[in-house]
């Protein structure tokens, strides 16, 4: 039996867990009950629509731990985070430690996890946007040099990797195969002085594509709002970068207006954009339609149904790349450069330059069966033969 900790905390990391979970419950059935399964919530996130919502839809189970961490200051909300990870890891004494992505849940997780000498898989590794003033660059750094095992979404992860000196790299950085882990002849070397460096795609794209289906046929958003058969935009906007200094928030929404010129937008605000903008100069045009953040399967409708995305998110940015959704990201870089240079994202400080989307380039981030690669990279590393 191999004891598996996820910690998860924010919207993104809930979405991420679920084909994570589905795959360990694919190998359980087809080999007789051999991953346990332990799922930790540190309460980052609270509001139904930021985390209930999503393990309503997808399904997933309630979690052994609830931590209630609450919001707070970074060094606060990290720091009951850590603590309260660190008990819950001395008490189950797992195999693995499983962090996802880049938030305050994934730093504190993979320090508490790393101070008591358990090995941590990130998921998401590498990922840089080579700007230390996001808190997101500082959480993603610190934990990939804390990590044992380092689950790429694409070859520029691995590239960023090997040159901070991850050099213990699988495949050359291309993307394993399915069955490559359980090949004769690939010995799996993963220690926390020797992490081990494997690119397997991006688990969004699994949850993509299991969800569009089930979307189409669940979803009424587009009937409730009224928007169904009209060119409409959507919005998201929660970056700290874009919302805690007002001047920044307001430009990013004059670029809003100029961009939408009168068509309607459809902007599910994150809690965070919701306390700010009251506080600015930027009042909301007529077109602009403020509703509460949306389940993931409404989500899904609302973006392959709009002609243009604008985000700062950078779940989004893919998921607009995915279904070929011209996307505009409200931020002056971004750590999924494959979407700009596929020319279906732009910056929008680069927005004069038309969209110049390239038909049948090679999908960046994996073919949808990630979570299966990452099961199987835990499995032969805490096994070792
Ligand atoms: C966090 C992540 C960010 C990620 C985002 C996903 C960090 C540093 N940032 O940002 O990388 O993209 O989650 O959505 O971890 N709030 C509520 N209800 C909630 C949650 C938050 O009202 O359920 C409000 C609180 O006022 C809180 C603020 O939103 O202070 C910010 O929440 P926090 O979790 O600190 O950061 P996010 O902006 O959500
Ligand atoms: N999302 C959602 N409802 C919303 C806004 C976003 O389900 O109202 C989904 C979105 O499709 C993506 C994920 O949440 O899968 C991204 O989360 P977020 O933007 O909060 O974080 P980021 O990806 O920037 O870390």
Redesign the pocket.
């Given at each position: 039996m191999i004891k598996v900790v996820s910690i998860v905390?924010?919207?993104?990391q809930f979405i991420k867990y679920f084909p994570v979970s589905k795959a360990i419950k694919k190998e359980n059935d087809a080999q007789g009950v051999l991953i346990k399964d332990i799922l930790v919530h540190t309460g980052?996130?609270?509001?139904y629509t930021?985390?209930k919502v999503f393990f309503d839809q997808f399904g997933i189970k309630e979690p052994e731990y609830h931590l209630e961490a609450g919001?707070?200051t970074?060094g606060g909300?990290t720091g009951r985070i850590l603590q309260k990870v660190e008990d819950v890891l001395i008490s189950e004494n797992p195999d693995m430690v499983l962090v996802y992505?880049?938030?305050?849940?994934?730093l504190g997780g993979a320090i508490a996890a790393s101070k008591l000498k358990l090995p941590v898989a990130h998921i998401e590794a590498g990922l840089r946007s080579f700007n230390k003033f996001m808190?997101?660059e500082i959480?993603r750094i610190l934990t990939d040099h804390v990590s044992t095992l380092l689950l790429c979404p694409s070859k520029t992860a691995v590239k960023h990797l090997l040159h901070e000196g991850m050099n213990n790299v699988l495949n050359d950085g291309r993307l394993i195969p399915d069955d490559y882990l359980f090949q004769t002849g690939h010995t799996i070397n993963a220690g926390m002085n020797n992490p081990l460096v494997i690119n397997v795609g991006d688990v969004m794209y699994d949850v993509l594509l299991h969800s569009l289906r089930i979307a189409e046929r669940t979803s009424q958003i587009l009937e409730q709002l009224d928007i169904k058969g009209q060119d409409f935009y959507l919005l998201t906007l929660?970056?700290?970068e874009n919302?805690d200094n007002p001047h920044k928030f307001e430009e990013i929404m004059n670029f809003v207006n100029e961009i939408s010129s009168g068509r309607t937008v459809i902007f599910p605000a994150?809690?965070?954009t919701k306390?700010v903008y009251k506080n600015t100069q930027w009042k909301p045009g007529d077109n602009i339609r403020i509703i509460d953040p949306v389940g993931y399967f409404d989500l899904l409708m609302l973006l392959r149904n709009a002609s243009l995305a604008m985000t700062d998110?950078?779940g989004m940015q893919k998921e607009s790349y995915w279904l070929k959704i011209p996307c505009i990201t409200l931020r002056d870089e971004t750590e999924w450069v494959e979407t700009v240079e596929s020319g279906w994202n732009v910056l929008y400080k680069d927005y004069h330059k038309p969209h110049a989307p390239s038909d049948g380039e090679e999908n960046y981030y994996g073919d949808g069966t990630s979570a299966g690669k990452i099961i199987h990279a835990i499995i032969r590393s805490v096994r070792k033969q």
């Open positions: 905390g924010a919207r993104p980052q996130h609270y509001d930021m985390s919001s707070g970074h909300q992505g880049d938030t305050n849940s994934t808190p997101e959480n929660h970056r700290a919302t994150h809690p965070r306390k998110s950078g």
